[in-house]
C-alpha cells in the first residue's frame, strides 16, 4: 500500500495551484520623483528581489499573474535603499492583499526611503555579532560573499567548542540596519536560550541579490533560470565548513552542525540535508518555496532513506495557498521513508516575513536542543 500513499502526496505536493492576475497601477508619485526613474515592484512571488527587470512598471503599472493567496509587496527604485517609504521617510510595512479572484490595486507613493538620508536604520546587531569577511571568496561559484559569525556569550572566557548553526539571507539574521524587511533576531534569541539551552556558534551568509534565487535553488527553474543550489551548498560543506571549523572552536561532528533558512532558505537547508546528511544533524526548513522546483520529487525517496537527524518544518497559514499543503507532502513523505526525527509546525497567524520567522526561531532553537 505505501506507493500509493506516496503517490497521493506527490499529486498533493505537485498539483497545479489556480492562478489570478493582479494589476497594480502607480497613480501618484512624490514631486521629487524624476520621471526617466523606473520603478520596480517585489515581493513573495519573486523572493523579494528589489530590481527584477521582468517587474519592472510600464507607464506606471504592471500585471502579475500570482497564486491564490496572500499577496505581500513593495514598489522600489531597484534597491532595498530606494524602497517605498512613509511621512518623513519612515519604514512602512509591506502591502498586502489576499488575491481570491483578478485584483486591480491603485496605490499612490508618499516618499522614497533614500529622499531621506539622516533615516539611515541603526545597528541592533549585538557586540557578539562580527562581519567575520566582507568579501568571502566562493570558488565554486566564482563570487565573494560577506559572511556574520555570533560567538556565545562565554565564547571568549572558556576554552569550551559548540555545535555551529548555518543560515542563510546573512542581511536579516541579526541587524535591522542590513535587512530589507526586518531581522530575526537571533543574537538576542541566543543570548537568552544558550546558557539554559547550550550555547551555539551562528554562521550567517549574505544572500547574491539577483542570483538569491539561483543560489537557493538545487534545480533548473522555468521563469527563473538555472539552478546554482548544488554549487552553493558544496561551498558551505567544502569551503566554509572548513574554515569556520579552523579558526574557532566549532564541535566537527555531524549531530552538532545545523542549517536553517526560510522562503528559498528553506528550501536549500532541506536539500543540504539531502544531499550532505553524514555532514548536517539538523535544518530549520522555514516556509519553504517547494513550488519553485517540482523537481524536487525525483529521487527524493531514495535521497530520504539516508537522512538522519532532526527536521523543523514550519508554515503559516497566512502565506501562499499552496505553502501549507506543499509543505505538508513533503513532511508526510519524508516521514514515511526517513529515519529523521521530524516536526511540522503550522500558524494560523503565520506569515511569509521575517517576524513571522523571527518569533519562531525560539521555539525552533528549543526544539533543535532537546
Given at each position: ?13 505537485f ?6 492576475s ?7 508619485l ?28 510600464q ?29 518623513n ?20 507613493i ?22 567575520m ?5 566562493m ?11 555570533y ?39 541566543l ?13 550567517a ?5 539577483d ?51 526560510s522562503?528559498?532558505g528553506?528550501l ?6 539531502l ?62 521513508l526517513?529515519?529523521a ?30
Amino acid at each position: 500500500m505505501r506507493p500509493i500513499f506516496f503517490l497521493s502526496f506527490i499529486f498533493l505536493f505537485f498539483s497545479v495551484q489556480a492562478q489570478q492576475s493582479v494589476t497594480i497601477r502607480v497613480t501618484g508619485l512624490p514631486a521629487y520623483h524624476t520621471a526617466n526613474s523606473t520603478v520596480f515592484v517585489a515581493g513573495n512571488f519573486n523572493n523579494w528581489n528589489p530590481g527584477q527587470q521582468r517587474y519592472a512598471l510600464q507607464n506606471g503599472a504592471i500585471t502579475l499573474i500570482v497564486p491564490r493567496g496572500v499577496l505581500e509587496y513593495k514598489l522600489t527604485r531597484g534597491g532595498w535603499d530606494k524602497v517605498e517609504a512613509g511621512k518623513n521617510g519612515t519604514q512602512i510595512e509591506n502591502r498586502r492583499v489576499q488575491v481570491d479572484s483578478d485584483t486591480v490595486i491603485n496605490i499612490a507613493i508618499e516618499h522614497w526611503a533614500d529622499h531621506f538620508p539622516s533615516m539611515s536604520k541603526t545597528s541592533s546587531a549585538n557586540s557578539n555579532v562580527r562581519v567575520m569577511d566582507t568579501a568571502f571568496y566562493m570558488p565554486q561559484l566564482g563570487r565573494h560573499r560577506r559572511v556574520w559569525v555570533y560567538l556565545p556569550n562565554s565564547y571568549g572566557s572558556s576554552n569550551k567548542k559548540y555545535p555551529v548553526l548555518y543560515m542563510h539571507d546573512g542581511q536579516n539574521v541579526f541587524d535591522a540596519a542590513t535587512s530589507f524587511s526586518g531581522e530575526w533576531g537571533v543574537d538576542e534569541a541566543l543570548d537568552t536560550l544558550g546558557p539554559e539551552l547550550g550555547e551555539t556558534i551562528v554562521v550567517a551568509i549574505d544572500n547574491g541579490g539577483d542570483k538569491r534565487l539561483n543560489e537557493y535553488s538545487p534545480y533548473d527553474m522555468e521563469k527563473y533560470g538555472k539552478g546554482e543550489g548544488d554549487a552553493y551548498v558544496d561551498f558551505i560543506v567544502k569551503t566554509l565548513k572548513p574554515y569556520i571549523e579552523k579558526n574557532f572552536r566549532a564541535k566537527k561532528c555531524r549531530k552538532h552542525r545545523f542549517i536553517a533558512g526560510s522562503s528559498m532558505g528553506g528550501l536549500i537547508s532541506f536539500y543540504a540535508m539531502l544531499k550532505y546528511p553524514k555532514t548536517f544533524g539538523a535544518a530549520g526548513v522555514f516556509s519553504p518555496a517547494f513550488w519553485i522546483v517540482p523537481q524536487l520529487k525525483e529521487g527524493l525517496e531514495e535521497k530520504a532513506r539516508k537522512v538522519k537527524g532532526k527536521i523543523y518544518f514550519f508554515a503559516g497559514k497566512q502565506e501562499s495557498e499552496s505553502m501549507v499543503p506543499d509543505m505538508l507532502a513533503v513532511f508526510e513523505q519524508m516521514n514515511q521513508l526517513s529515519k529523521a526525527k521530524m516536526t511540522s509546525v503550522i500558524r494560523t497567524e503565520g506569515k511569509h516575513a521575517e517576524a513571522t520567522w523571527r518569533a519562531e526561531f525560539p521555539l525552533f532553537y528549543k526544539w533543535l536542543m532537546e
